[in-house]
């Protein structure tokens, strides 16, 4: 053994050397901890102010905190991310809605106090669509409701920071279009006007703007032209909102253009003047009611139920029974009343501070007339009757002048006075834009006229490449 040592020392020499440097390895291998490197962070540190340092390592524990996957919180109700739309039908009910989108008590509370100001009470029920974008993924059930009305829109969104709704009314754009209804007199005026295109409506505020240089009971005869040139708004969806306004309005009468310009006076009120700038509406009717006679007039008479000799302070016109009775101006209603006898059922309108109009004997009231109520010229304010102390069917009519009551015929009438100087020269120019509107009018309907006639003599020939609509001359 001994001999073996002696001859083999130097190898078992090297091996003990070799399992020493193994086992020490081993031995650090295991014992040492992971390794890291706490250099290299200070290095990538090296050269920041503090804060900026703390904020670098907030950064990066904070990322690595939140890419943690979280589950979003369940939501009762079946909801969906896309917006829905209701029709409202008229048993709608926001808070209901609103309800079985999942919005809880709370939520419906807020919305309803967001939306107090710019929703009167019982405006709900003109709402053409309602819109609600659900919100899933937080605690609250409605992310934003539309109410979409004829004119605008109101938008209710939820401020997370502020933890309620906010409401909102945007305006829809509105588009201005024109358009121009021109005929003969065959027949009536009316039926005429119908057959052209014009409604009823439009063809009263006709008659009511000529009514006051045009006798339509005497001077209207077939083969007279008229125009009406009139504008009206749009909404978004192509829908005639407001009621439409006549621009232009003309009649020939024996050979003579009457015609009538809608003008904005400086106050921003619209009215009508002739060619010249002269005012056409006179500040009161003459006669209060279509095609009446005037049956007894102002002065001294012998009563039909008295006998006596009275002055009649009034002018009267027989009428059929429920004839209708017009404003002789625009005005206030001051009184409507009652008496057994005398008046019978009458109505007072107070123009301005000095004139007055009373209209008695009526069969009934116009049912929008009530004290304080504001109206306007030529407006329905009751209908014919023989109530009071009359002998037939007719309308008392009186002009009340600083509490005088005066003759009516005899009255001359204030106007609105004629435009001049600079207001007069805007209205000109206001003029020739109108002017220039209706010939546009008038050309591209032409144009239409053309087209469809060509367009018939070629429906047998071969197609050829067609022009493009002309553009509007406007
Ligand atoms: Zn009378």
Same mark, same amino acid.
């Given at each position: 053994?001994? *001999?073996?040592?002696?001859?083999?020392?130097?190898?078992?020499?090297?091996?003990?050397?070799?399992?020493?440097?193994? @086992?020490?390895?081993?031995?650090?291998?295991?014992?040492?901890?992971?390794?890291?490197?706490?250099?290299?962070?200070?290095?990538?540190?090296?050269?920041?102010?503090?804060?900026?340092?703390?904020?670098?390592?907030?950064?990066?524990?904070?990322?690595?905190?939140?890419?943690?996957?979280?589950?979003?919180?369940?939501?009762?109700?079946?909801?969906?991310?896309?917006?829905?739309?209701?029709?409202? +039908?008229? @048993? #709608?009910?926001?808070?209901? +809605?609103?309800?079985?989108?999942?919005?809880?008590?709370?939520?419906?509370?807020?919305?309803?106090?967001?939306?107090?100001?710019?929703?009167?009470?019982?405006?709900?029920?003109?709402?053409?669509?309602?819109? !609600?974008?659900?919100?899933?993924?937080?605690?609250?059930?409605?992310?934003?409701?539309?109410?979409?009305?004829?004119?605008?829109?109101?938008?209710?969104?939820?401020?997370?920071?502020?933890?309620?709704?906010?409401?909102?009314?945007?305006?829809?754009?509105?588009?201005? *279009?024109?358009?121009?209804?021109? /005929?003969?007199?065959?027949?009536?005026?009316?039926?005429?006007?119908?057959?052209?295109?014009?409604?009823?409506?439009?063809?009263?505020?006709? !008659?009511?703007?000529?009514?006051?240089?045009?006798?339509?009971?005497?001077?209207?005869?077939?083969?007279?032209?008229?125009?009406?040139?009139?504008?009206?708004?749009?909404?978004?969806?192509?829908?005639?909102?407001?009621?439409?306004?006549?621009?232009?309005?003309?009649?020939?009468?024996?050979?003579?253009?009457?015609?009538?310009?809608?003008?904005?006076?400086?106050?921003?009120?619209?009215?009508? #003047?002739?060619? &010249?700038?002269? @005012?056409?509406?006179?500040?009161?009717?003459?006669?209060?009611?279509?095609?009446?006679?005037?049956?007894?007039?102002? /002065?001294?008479?012998?009563?039909?139920?008295?006998?006596?000799?009275?002055?009649? &302070?009034?002018?009267?016109? @027989?009428?059929?029974?429920? +004839?209708?009775?017009?404003?002789?101006?625009? /005005?206030?209603?001051?009184?409507?009343?009652?008496?057994?006898?005398?008046?019978?059922?009458?109505?007072?309108?107070?123009?301005?501070?000095?004139?007055?109009?009373?209209?008695?004997?009526?069969?009934?009231?116009?049912?929008?007339?009530?004290?304080?109520?504001?109206?306007?010229?030529?407006?329905?304010?009751?209908?014919?009757?023989?109530? /009071?102390?009359?002998?037939?069917?007719?309308?008392?009519?009186?002009?009340?002048?600083?509490?005088? *009551?005066?003759?009516?015929?005899?009255?001359?009438?204030?106007?609105?006075?004629?435009?001049?100087?600079?207001?007069?020269?805007?209205?000109?120019?206001?003029?020739? &834009?109108?002017?220039?509107? !209706?010939?546009?009018?008038?050309?591209?309907?032409?144009?239409?006229?053309?087209?469809?006639?060509?367009?018939?003599?070629?429906?047998?020939?071969?197609?050829?490449?067609? &022009?493009?609509?002309?553009?509007?001359?406007?």
């Amino acid at each position: 053994m001994l *001999k073996y040592i002696t001859v083999f020392r130097y190898q078992i020499l090297i091996w003990l050397v070799v399992l020493a440097s193994v @086992s020490t390895n081993i031995y650090l291998i295991v014992t040492q901890p992971e390794f890291d490197y706490p250099e290299y962070q200070d290095a990538a540190l090296d050269g920041l102010d503090p804060s900026e340092a703390n904020a670098k390592i907030y950064k990066i524990s904070s990322y690595e905190v939140h890419t943690i996957p979280q589950p979003p919180p369940q939501l009762s109700g079946n909801l969906s991310r896309s917006p829905t739309t209701i029709i409202p +039908t008229k @048993s #709608f009910i926001l808070s209901k +809605t609103l309800s079985s989108a999942g919005a809880n008590a709370e939520d419906i509370a807020k919305i309803e106090t967001s939306l107090k100001s710019l929703l009167p009470k019982n405006s709900i029920q003109n709402c053409a669509k309602v819109i !609600i974008t659900p919100q899933a993924t937080k605690n609250y059930a409605v992310d934003k409701l539309t109410l979409e009305f004829s004119e605008n829109k109101i938008e209710v969104t939820y401020d997370p920071k502020k933890n309620k709704y906010v409401s909102q009314k945007i305006a829809f754009p509105l588009e201005t *279009k024109t358009k121009l209804i021109s /005929g003969k007199i065959q027949g009536s005026l009316y039926s005429s006007a119908r057959r052209s295109g014009a409604d009823a409506e439009l063809i009263k505020e006709f !008659i009511n703007l000529l009514s006051y240089s045009v006798d339509f009971q005497r001077d209207v005869r077939a083969g007279d032209n008229f125009r009406i040139f009139y504008e009206y708004q749009t909404n978004h969806n192509n829908k005639t909102i407001k009621k439409p306004q006549i621009v232009y309005a003309s009649l020939s009468v024996d050979g003579e253009q009457k015609e009538v310009f809608k003008y904005y006076l400086p106050s921003g009120k619209v009215d009508y #003047f002739d060619g &010249k700038g002269n @005012s056409v509406r006179r500040s009161l009717l003459r006669t209060p009611i279509n095609g009446a006679k005037i049956s007894s007039s102002y /002065g001294m008479r012998n009563h039909p139920i008295h006998g006596y000799s009275l002055m009649h &302070k009034g002018v009267d016109f @027989s009428a059929p029974r429920g +004839t209708p009775i017009l404003v002789a101006g625009d /005005g206030v209603v001051k009184k409507v009343s009652s008496q057994a006898r005398g008046y019978g059922n009458f109505v007072e309108i107070e123009h301005n501070k000095s004139y007055s109009t009373l209209y008695a004997h009526m069969s009934k009231f116009a049912t929008a007339i009530k004290p304080g109520k504001r109206v306007k010229q030529g407006q329905v304010i009751g209908y014919v009757g023989a109530t /009071g102390q009359a002998t037939g069917p007719h309308l008392h009519y009186e002009v009340i002048h600083n509490g005088k *009551k005066i003759n009516p015929s005899k009255v001359s009438f204030p106007k609105t006075p004629p435009l001049t100087g600079g207001e007069l020269a805007k209205f000109k120019k206001a003029l020739h &834009k109108i002017e220039v509107a !209706i010939a546009g009018n008038e050309y591209s309907a032409r144009n239409k006229v053309a087209k469809a006639e060509n367009s018939d003599k070629n429906a047998n020939k071969i197609n050829k490449p067609k &022009k493009e609509n002309e553009a509007d001359p406007l």
